[in-house]
C-alpha cells in the first residue's frame, strides 16, 4: 500500500487532504483512482489507512477508514552528524540513514571535508537532502519524516550535541573492541544518540580531543578501514539491531 504524508492540520472530520508534490506523485505517477486505498501519516506518528474520495487540481482528499500509532519507530531517537562527503555520497547516506531509523541528520563541515558549501549553494542542497529523506520515510514505511539539519562547522555540532545522552564517533585509531561493544550493549530505550561521522579523510586528532572533552566516546569499527558511507550505515546498522531488541 503506498504511504504518504500529510500535516496534522490537514485532518479534519474523518478526511485528510493531500497537497502539494504528492499530490503529481498519486495522480500522474502512481495513476491511483478514486476509491483506491492509501496509508498516510501524520509526521508525528499517527497512521491513517484511508480511501481516496475526491481528486481535484491542485487537492486530493481521502476518508479515513481506520487509524493508528506507528510501531516502526525507533525506541530511541538516534542523531547521525555526518562530515561531507563528496559527490553524491550524502544524498545516499541519507537515504539509508532514514530506512535504519535515523531521527535526523546533521551535515557537518569538518577540517578534511573535500566539499565546501556557501550559504546558497547549502539552502538548495538542504532542500534536495530533505525531499530524499521524506521519499526515503514513504518507502520505508516511517512513522515520521526524518529531518535533515542545515550544515553545521565542527564546533556547531559538538554544541549542538551537548543536550543527547549518548554520543559515540568511530575513529580508526581507537582500540578496544570490548569497550565499543559495552557501549553498545549499554544503550537503553527513550535516549538521545549522537553518531559522529568522519569525511572521506576522515577526523583530525584536535577534532576527536574536541569530540572527548564534551563526553564523545571514540569507538572502533575493526581493524579495516572503512569509507564514511560505509561507516554510517554500519553504525546505524548495529545500533538499529540493539535497539529493536530491547
Given at each position: 500500500?503506498?504511504?504518504?504524508?500529510?500535516?496534522?492540520?490537514?485532518?479534519?472530520?474523518?478526511?485528510?487532504?493531500?497537497?502539494?508534490?504528492?499530490?503529481?506523485?498519486?495522480?500522474?505517477?502512481?495513476?491511483?483512482?478514486?476509491?483506491?486505498?492509501?496509508?498516510?501519516?501524520?509526521?508525528?506518528?499517527?497512521?491513517?489507512?484511508?480511501?481516496?474520495?475526491?481528486?481535484?487540481?491542485?487537492?486530493?482528499?481521502?476518508?479515513?477508514?481506520?487509524?493508528?500509532?506507528?510501531?516502526?519507530?525507533?525506541?530511541?531517537?538516534?542523531?547521525?552528524?555526518?562530515?561531507?562527503?563528496?559527490g553524491e555520497k550524502m544524498e545516499?547516506?541519507?537515504?539509508?540513514?532514514?530506512?535504519?531509523?535515523?531521527?535526523?541528520?546533521?551535515?557537518?563541515?569538518?577540517?578534511?571535508?573535500?566539499?565546501?558549501?556557501?550559504?546558497?549553494?547549502?539552502?538548495?542542497?538542504?532542500?534536495?537532502?530533505?525531499?530524499?529523506?521524506?521519499?526515503?520515510?514513504?518507502?520505508?514505511?516511517?512513522?515520521?519524516?526524518?529531518?535533515?539539519?542545515?550544515?553545521?562547522?565542527?564546533?556547531?555540532?559538538?554544541?549542538?550535541?551537548?543536550?543527547?545522552?549518548?554520543?559515540?564517533?568511530?575513529?580508526?585509531?581507537?582500540?578496544?573492541?570490548?569497550?565499543?561493544?559495552?557501549?553498545?550493549?549499554?544503550?537503553?530505550?527513550?535516549?538521545?544518540?549522537?553518531?559522529?561521522?568522519?569525511?572521506?579523510?576522515?577526523?583530525?586528532?584536535?577534532?576527536?580531543?574536541?569530540?572527548?572533552?564534551?563526553?564523545?566516546?571514540?569507538?572502533?569499527?575493526?581493524?579495516?578501514i572503512l569509507r564514511t558511507e560505509?561507516?554510517?550505515?554500519?553504525?546505524?546498522?548495529?545500533?538499529?539491531?540493539?535497539?529493536?531488541?530491547?
Amino acid at each position: 500500500m503506498h504511504q504518504f504524508f500529510t500535516s496534522p492540520s490537514n485532518i479534519n472530520n474523518g478526511k485528510i487532504t493531500i497537497e502539494n508534490a504528492d499530490i503529481n506523485h498519486l495522480k500522474n505517477v502512481l495513476r491511483m483512482k478514486q476509491g483506491e486505498r492509501i496509508k498516510i501519516s501524520d509526521g508525528v506518528g499517527g497512521i491513517y489507512i484511508c480511501s481516496i474520495d475526491c481528486m481535484q487540481d491542485g487537492m486530493v482528499s481521502a476518508k479515513i477508514e481506520e487509524e493508528y500509532h506507528t510501531d516502526t519507530e525507533l525506541p530511541s531517537k538516534i542523531y547521525l552528524f555526518q562530515g561531507l562527503p563528496k559527490g553524491e555520497k550524502m544524498e545516499w547516506i541519507i537515504q539509508k540513514a532514514v530506512e535504519l531509523g535515523v531521527h535526523e541528520i546533521i551535515p557537518v563541515a569538518t577540517k578534511r571535508a573535500v566539499v565546501k558549501l556557501d550559504d546558497k549553494k547549502a539552502a538548495k542542497k538542504i532542500i534536495r537532502w530533505n525531499a530524499i529523506a521524506k521519499g526515503a520515510a514513504q518507502q520505508s514505511g516511517r512513522g515520521i519524516i526524518p529531518e535533515v539539519h542545515e550544515v553545521l562547522t565542527f564546533g556547531q555540532a559538538l554544541e549542538y550535541a551537548k543536550n543527547l545522552d549518548v554520543k559515540c564517533i568511530p575513529y580508526e585509531l581507537a582500540e578496544g573492541m570490548s569497550e565499543t561493544k559495552a557501549f553498545i550493549e549499554g544503550l537503553e530505550a527513550g535516549k538521545k544518540i549522537g553518531i559522529f561521522i568522519g569525511p572521506e579523510g576522515g577526523f583530525e586528532e584536535t577534532e576527536i580531543q574536541a569530540a572527548k572533552e564534551v563526553g564523545i566516546v571514540p569507538i572502533t569499527l575493526g581493524k579495516r578501514i572503512l569509507r564514511t558511507e560505509t561507516a554510517a550505515v554500519t553504525v546505524l546498522s548495529i545500533f538499529m539491531y540493539q535497539l529493536e531488541s530491547l
